[in-house]
Nanobody, 121 residues
Framework: QVQLVESGGGLVQAGGSLRLSCAASGRPFSINAMSWYRQAPGKQRELVAAITSGGHTNYADSVKGRFTISRDNAKNTVYLQMNSLKPEDTAVYYC???????????????WGQGTQVTVWS
């Protein structure tokens, strides 16, 4: 069974940095796009950053220049380096990936369990 397991969230002072990781585990498979979303209390889940299998990236305007998404295809892992964090970055961050498990001919969307990021000023 394919799973996405996140790590790296926590409590950080404004201006600080955190690095989130998300590893895909399970039966051998292929992965298309990988993304990070976040959801703050009382708000809708929003796309933070995305990266294709070829390395093309896309960012929300609110994080451009501060966050960097990257991936290690050999490790089936996506990262989110977050610098110059602001209190408004406080949210639960979710990993998302389009995955085709071995023996399956279509891609499905998988979500991680979420990791809390809290930025205090």
């Amino acid at each position: 069974q394919v799973q996405l397991v996140e790590s790296g969230g926590g409590l950080v002072q404004a201006g600080g940095s955190l690095r989130l990781s998300c590893a895909a585990s399970g039966r051998p498979f292929s992965i298309n796009a990988m993304s990070w979303y976040r959801q703050a209390p009382g708000k809708q889940r929003e796309l933070v950053a995305a990266i294709t299998s070829g390395g093309h990236t896309n960012y929300a305007d609110s994080v451009k220049g501060r966050f960097t998404i990257s991936r290690d295809n050999a490790k089936n892992t996506v990262y989110l380096q977050m610098n110059s964090l602001k209190p408004e970055d406080t949210a639960v961050y979710y990993c998302n990936a389009e995955i085709r498990p071995l023996g399956v001919f279509t891609y499905s969307t998988y979500w991680g369990q979420g990791t809390q990021v809290t930025v205090w000023s």
